[in-house]
């Protein structure tokens, strides 16, 4: 199956920038996604790379390497509101067709 | 726009009990649909995908089973319900056969006592 691993929590302060790593081992690798999703709520889509590099999308970034099977998401000033835990998803075709694998998560607690 | 639908968002049910939840997409034809659960503390593991009526797959064994009468419907049944099958069951829709993202219903919180 999938390797994903994420750190299980971080905390960072409210303002200050903090990036959540994500490692992964797969075969059939056609990208990776990372998803935010609050307590008792459903994940919702931030970003995704498929290729090897940095993607920016407002606060958030992504990047990727391919060779080193590794990930992580950046956010810049930080908000309150940014509490909340982040999957990291590696999207393969390792079982026969093209699903999404997720990692457990990491829980992010933003400090004031 | 598309949509997606889950019901119910929360259900408490006896053991031994039948199960089933319903998840239907709007504004979209032929989608890739999928059930997730998510155990308390941990991470989404995908149950069962279908990329047509008809069509399901499963990537685990388990006491649940799911079947796609219609395009845009996806049901998770179970005959007889365990403790382990408590969660939080997600469905969601992705579209095409590209890399594309996978859009979220939002959820039925499962209990069963």
């Known amino acids: 199956g999938q390797n994903i691993d994420q750190p299980t929590e971080m905390t960072a302060t409210e303002g200050a920038i903090v990036q959540i790593n994500c490692t992964y081992q797969?075969?059939?690798?056609?990208?990776l996604f990372w998803y935010q999703q609050h307590a008792g709520e459903a994940p919702t889509f931030l970003s995704y790379?498929?290729?090897?590099g940095l993607e920016e999308k407002g606060r958030f970034s992504s990047f990727l390497s391919r060779s080193k099977g590794y990930s992580y998401l950046l956010l810049k000033e930080l908000q309150m509101k940014d509490s909340a835990s982040y999957l990291c998803?590696?999207?393969?075709?390792?079982?026969?067709?093209?699903?999404?694998?997720f990692g457990t998560g990491t829980r992010l607690t933003v400090i004031p | 726009s598309q949509t997606i639908h889950q019901w119910p968002a929360t259900l408490v049910q006896p053991v031994g009990s039948p199960l089933s939840l319903e998840c239907t997409v709007e504004?979209?034809?032929?989608?890739?649909l999928y059930w997730y659960r998510q155990a308390a503390g941990r991470g989404l593991q995908l149950l069962f995908y279908?990329?047509?009526?008809?069509?399901i797959s499963s990537e685990v064994p388990q006491n649940l089973s799911a079947s796609r009468p219609q395009d845009r419907q996806f049901i998770l049944s179970s005959k007889k319900l365990l403790l382990s099958d408590s969660g939080f069951y997600l469905c969601?829709?992705?579209?095409?056969?590209?890399?594309?993202?996978?859009?979220f219903g939002q959820g039925t919180r499962l209990t069963v006592v």
């Open positions: 998803a590696v999207f393969s075709d390792q079982t026969g067709a093209n699903n999404l694998f």
């Open positions: 969601a829709w992705r579209g095409g056969t590209g890399v594309t993202e996978a859009f």
């Open positions: 790379n498929v290729l090897d």
């Open positions: 504004g979209t034809s032929n989608p890739n």
């Open positions: 797969t075969s059939g690798f056609n990208g």
């Open positions: 279908s990329v047509g009526i008809g069509q």
